[in-house]
Every structure is written in C-alpha cells, then in structure tokens.
C-alpha cells in the first residue's frame, strides 16, 4: 500500500474558485490554494476555521499541498454547535483542519491508486474507490482543483479524526 502525508486543509477553498468537473483536471491556477478557495465563494466556513486556527499563510506556502476541502454545504451537516464551538477550542480545530491536509500533489490519478494516506496530523484517510471516489467516509465531488502552490478536491463531509 502507498501512502503519502496529509498538507493543510487550507489550501482546499483557494482552489475552489477554479473547480471543474469531478474527473477533469483544471488548468492551473495563478492564485494559491486560500486565495482561490475564497475566491470560489462556497468555503466560508473552512476559510473562516482556517483564520482561526492560524493555518492560512501555512497554506500560502510554497506547497505543495493536496487539500480535501469540506463545502459549506459539509460544515452545515455537522450538528448545531460544532463549528462556534471549534472555532474556540483552536487545538481541536487544527487537528481537524490538518486531518484533511496531505504534504504534496496528489491529483486524482493518483489518489484511486491509494488505500491510505497519512495526513499532517498524523493519522491516516482511508481511501475508496468502489463507488467513485471515497475519503474515509466523505464523497469526492470535484476533483484536480488547481492552484499555484497544490490541489484541492472538494468532498462533501468535514473528515474528523479519531
């Protein structure tokens, strides 16, 4: 089994603004992995967490990183209180933004041939691919979002590590 080490959730919203379809790989972007996300208008929360938790200009770095980037949509099925919640509680909050982060580029091609991958905060995703493609149990619904400094694919629940 390959694995590979986990980046910065941060990078995820910067990329967003240059999404493509799940499957097609998007021409690469001027702007980093945070500036894009922002810029794609449907990460407000996991920019916001990003703030918080002191993770941005990690994510501005010089990379590369390859973000799994919960949506707004993601942070909402969370249950009332989740997110003001960690939003106070920072060192909770890191564990769970770097848990969506691996160090380097990992584009879609790669990622199906994976079982795992180590994140930043050390614990490992479990990677499917039975049914499209799965990160422990959220769904990978756009893929190879490309910024200057990694990519970002857009999955559709907030990944929480054990």
């Given at each position: 089994m390959k694995t590979f080490s986990l980046?910065?959730?941060?990078?995820?919203?910067?990329?967003?603004?240059?999404?493509?379809a799940p499957g097609e790989v998007a021409h690469r972007s001027k702007a980093d992995i945070v500036d894009t996300a922002v810029s794609a208008g449907s990460f407000k929360t996991l920019a916001a967490?990003?703030?918080?938790?002191?993770?941005?200009?990690?994510l501005k770095g010089a990379g590369p990183f390859t973000v799994f980037a919960p949506t707004d949509e993601a942070f909402a099925k969370l249950p009332?209180?989740?997110?003001?919640?960690?939003l106070k509680d920072i060192p909770k909050l890191k564990a769970i933004l770097t848990y969506h982060v691996v160090a380097g580029k990992v584009e879609a091609k790669?990622?199906?041939?994976?079982?795992?991958?180590?994140?930043?905060?050390?614990?490992?995703l479990v990677i499917g691919t039975s049914e499209g493609v799965t990160i422990n149990n959220a769904k990978v619904i756009k893929a190879?979002?490309?910024?200057?400094?990694?990519?970002?694919?857009?999955?559709?629940?907030v990944l929480l590590p054990m």
């Open positions: 980046a910065l959730i941060l990078s995820v919203p910067a990329v967003l603004l240059h999404a493509s967490a990003l703030q918080a938790a002191g993770l941005v200009d990690t009332a209180g989740t997110v003001e919640a960690l790669d990622v199906v041939q994976l079982a795992k991958a180590a994140t930043i905060n050390g614990q490992d190879d979002i490309q910024a200057k400094n990694g990519v970002i694919h857009v999955i559709d629940t």
